[in-house]
C-alpha cells in the first residue's frame, strides 16, 4: 500500500530524514517508534502531503506522490486519514459539525446523508447521541475518538495516528488503542501510528519500526522488537537511561518530531 525509498528531508541544516526506507503492506498495522527528533512524525505528513521531501520516492498504491501538484494530490488524499495528536477539533463548533466538516468540504452529498454518515461514524467510535456536545465538554479521549469519527467520515484507505494516547491516562489509552485495534478489524485499513508508548506498540502493531537519526534501524513483529539485540532498540523498549542514546542527544534532536 505504501512504498518509501531513500526518502530525505531536512530542517535548518537538520537531517530529520536519512535516506529512509519503509514499507507497509495493504491492511497491516505498522506502528513507528523511536525518539523524538526521529522523524516519524514528519514521515506522516510526507506521506500526506503536508511536507515534501528533498529527495527520494513515496508510492501510495503505486502511485509515486512526491511530484503530484495540490490538485493531483488531493485525489490521494481522499483516501488517507490523519488523526493528528490533540484532535484539532473546532471549538466554535458542535460535535456533529467537526465531525461533518470534511463531507462539507469536500464531497456533494445531500444533508441527510451527511447526517446519517456522522451518526455512523460517532456510533463506530463509541460516541453514539453526542451531535450537540461541544469540543470544550468533551474529555481528551473523547476528543480523540471525535477526531477519528470524522477521520472515518471519509471512508479512507489509511488511517494515520500521530501519537494517538498522548495526553490521557492510562486506561483511556487502553480504551484507544482498543478501539485502533477495532477500526482495523472492522474496516480492513492499512494504519501507521506513530508512538512512545511501547505497551500501545506491542497492542496494536502487526509490524514496529523504529526510526533513529532519520533511519530505520529495526523492522520487525512485536516479539522481534521486543527481544532485539540491537543496542539503541534494546534501551528505548526498555526505557532504560544508560546505554549507547544519551540525555545530550535528546536535546539535540528533541525540537523536530
Known amino acids: ?19 529512509l526506507s519503509l514499507t507497509i503492506k495493504d491492511g497491516e498495522t505498522k506502528v513507528i517508534i523511536g525518539r523524538s527528533g526521529a522523524g516519524k512524525s514528519v514521515l506522516l505528513k510526507s506521506i500526506v502531503g503536508i511536507l515534501k521531501p528533498d529527495a527520494g520516492s513515496i508510492k501510495i498504491n503505486g502511485v509515486e506522490v512526491t511530484g503530484l ?4 494530490y488531493d485525489n490521494i488524499r ?6 493528528f495528536q490533540g484532535g484539532a477539533l473546532f471549538d466554535s463548533l458542535n460535535v456533529a459539525e467537526n465531525v461533518g466538516f470534511v463531507l462539507n468540504e469536500f464531497t456533494k452529498l445531500s444533508s441527510s446523508v451527511k447526517r446519517e454518515r456522522v451518526a455512523h461514524t460517532l456510533s463506530l467510535v463509541g460516541l453514539k447521541g453526542i451531535e450537540e456536545m461541544m469540543p470544550s465538554q468533551l474529555s481528551g479521549g473523547m476528543r480523540k475518538r471525535v477526531s477519528l469519527a470524522r477521520v472515518l467520515c471519509m471512508e479512507p484507505k489509511i488511517l494515520l495516528y500521530d501519537e494517538p494516547t498522548s495526553e490521557v491516562d492510562p486506561i483511556t489509552a487502553d480504551a484507544i488503542n482498543r478501539l485502533i485495534v477495532e477500526m482495523h478489524d472492522k474496516l480492513k485499513v492499512t494504519s501507521i501510528v506513530v508512538t512512545h508508548d511501547m505497551n500501545a506498540a506491542y497492542k496494536i502493531a502487526d509490524t514496529i519500526a523504529m526510526f533513529y537519526h532519520g533511519q530505520v534501524i529495526a523492522d520487525g513483529t512485536p516479539d522481534e522488537i521486543r527481544n532485539s539485540r540491537h543496542p539503541v532498540v534494546r534501551q528505548f523498549v ?4 544508560t546505554g549507547p542514546v544519551t540525555e545530550d542527544e535528546s536535546l ?6
Not at 69 to 72: P, Y
Not at 238 to 241: F, P, Q, W
Open 78 to 83: 481522499r483516501d488517507i486519514g490523519l488523526v
Open 69 to 72: 501538484g495540490d490538485k493531483e
Open 1 to 19: 500500500m505504501i512504498e518509501i525509498k531513500n526518502l530525505y528531508k531536512t530542517f535548518n541544516r537538520l537531517q530529520v530524514l536519512n535516506d
Open 238 to 241: 526498555r526505557g532504560e537511561s
Open 252 to 257: 539535540k534532536f528533541g525540537h523536530v518530531k
